[in-house]
């Protein structure tokens, strides 16, 4: 079956939907979800969304510009920066009007918190820059954004699987899924593409992550020969629930919690002296890990606690009802008289799908745009998050390129048709999940996904070196192997969640390989990206994003320069 659409977007999470809104109007546009919409990952953000409106304090978005550069460690692209930040104000004031329902000041206004990395005057103290509805902010602006997009006609496909990217000569013109209710193997045929997947943190075994995000549109995207961008830089939030990696928000520490090792000390005052507990993630993260190797984490275990007790329980359930529900259904605990166990849990990609800052994605160092190809949001790489994302600039990274992307596909499809598709579109994914209906071999995803997810939560996450990464890369060879030779007991077409979960194993194992390639490869410490026998930054070798591409003989390796415009790199301190 072939449908035809002038826009295709893969993934109805934030940067999908704003980019729907964008185009809905005077556009066919179609969007393609693996769940339901309003599931989509984007809903599980909490704490807020940056923007320096100034509404409780001073603040600037040069001053939010220079925080995300020193929070990506020099890595993020400075004038992909520049856009995102001067542009927060105008976008959080246009998601009100479409109706995101922020918390609000006495005065009314919308209400503002402070989170990690975030300060005044350039590192002074942390500034309350965090736009918020309580602790469901993401939830709030994706059903907000969704409510749009209905009104806005836009065509949803639910519960459909992409398998496929069509490219020919350089010029997008499709792509290949699966509806997961019937099996029924689809092409899209479209004049422009969009690719919104979000991230790959079900690779690692301990994530905040969703069930879905298993990085789709990465490994896609690196099969059809295209690069992907810094994907060494894994992300790991400080604040997950212990052993379960449950999301508890920055905004905790924002309202004033704080971080206590087993001897009941506040160890991130030696961690972070200025901003203590509101320390950038990567900086936290490392201090617990640290604690915990050093025989400080609680009764010698692998954890610490997190302490908001002193807020108390009314302004816990008014400002963080998520938070409390969360810690009361998975632990059985009441925070506002209990302490929280948390450890650090694998959260997000700062790497992905290289684009430029209208949504492009590029296919070279020299920035060379793939014709209707876009991609936005946590799958994409601007790049403005570098080495180490700040908190809050997530979602409004998804609804400023996500809008960008929008306005700029409206005016590509001034001129762009619909390029005649090749011969069999759909014929490599129908081998694929022929392939994996019809294996007879031994090997059962469960126990390679488990192996996958054991390996690189314990060889590639808060600290790396040689010695484990080495290994690591053997591994996941031996993975792949066994991975083609698996068998599936659901050989249906209805619902068979066994093809599913094979299919995005292939995902993941991609992306591990990928990831752990690129972390092998930068002999420096940078961000999130903390080689041990390599501790040091290394501006002269490794100011610089990889990109990796896929070859006949496993991957190269090239590499691209850092836009640096206004704030010259030095030493990173908090």
Known sequence: MIHEHDVVIVGAGLAGSRAAVELAANTDVAVISKVFPTR???????????????????????????????????????????????????????LEHMGVPFSRTPEGKIAQRPFGGHTRNFGEAPVRRACYAADRTGHVMLHTLYEQCIKNEVRFYNEFLMLDLIIKDNVCR??????????????????????????????????????????????????????????????????????????????????GGILLNGKGERFMEKYAPTVKDLAPRDVVSRAIYTEIREGRGIGGKDYVHLDVRKLGKAEIELKLPEIAEF????????????????????????????????????????????????????????????????????????VVFGRRAGKDIAQYLRSAKYEPLPDKPDGGAREKIDKILNGKGNEKIHVIRKEMQEEMMDKCSVYREEKGLKPLTEKLKELRERYNKIS???????????????????????????????????????????????????????????????????????????????????????
């Open 488 to 574: 599936i007991t659901d050989k249906g077409t209805t619902y068979n969640t066994d093809l599913l979960e094979a299919i995005e194993l292939g995902f993941m194992l991609d992306n591990a390989e990928i990831i752990t390639a690129c972390a092998l490869n930068r002999t420096e410490s940078r961000g999130a990206h903390t080689r041990e026998d390599y501790p040091n930054r290394d501006d002269v070798n490794w100011l610089k994003h990889t990109l990796i591409s896929k070859t006949d003989k496993g991957f190269s390796l090239d590499y691209k320069k850092v836009s640096i415009t206004k704030f010259q790199p030095k030493e990173r301190r908090y």
């Open 174 to 255: 499709g792509v290949v899924g699966m509806d997961i209710r019937t099996g029924e193997i689809t092409v899209l045929h479209a004049k422009a593409v969009m690719f919104a997947t979000g991230g790959y943190g079900k690779a690692f075994k301990t994530t905040s992550n969703a069930y879905a995000s298993t990085g789709d549109g990465m490994s896609i995207t690196y099969n059809a020969g295209l690069p992907l961008e810094d994907m060494e830089f894994v992300q790991f939030h400080p604040t997950g629930i212990y052993r379960l990696g449950i999301l508890i928000t920055e905004a905790a520490r924002g309202e």
């Open 40 to 94: 989509s990952h984007s809903s599980t953000a909490q704490g807020g969304v940056g923007a320096a409106l100034a509404n409780e304090e001073e603040d600037y978005p040069e001053w939010h510009m220079f925080d995300t550069v020193k929070g990506s460690d020099y890595l993020g692209d400075q004038d992909a920066i520049e856009i995102m930040t001067y542009d927060a104000p105008r976008t959080i004031y246009e």
């Open 327 to 398: 810690c009361k259904t998975y632990l059985g605990i009441e925070p506002s008289e209990e302490l929280v166990p948390i450890q650090p849990t694998t959260h997000y990609a700062m790497g992905g799908i290289p684009t430029d800052y209208d949504g492009r994605v590029i296919k070279d160092k020299n920035n060379t745009p793939v014709l209707g190809f876009y991609a936005a949001g946590e799958c994409a790489c601007v790049s403005v998050h570098g080495g180490n994302r700040l908190g809050t600039n997530s979602l409004l990274d998804t």
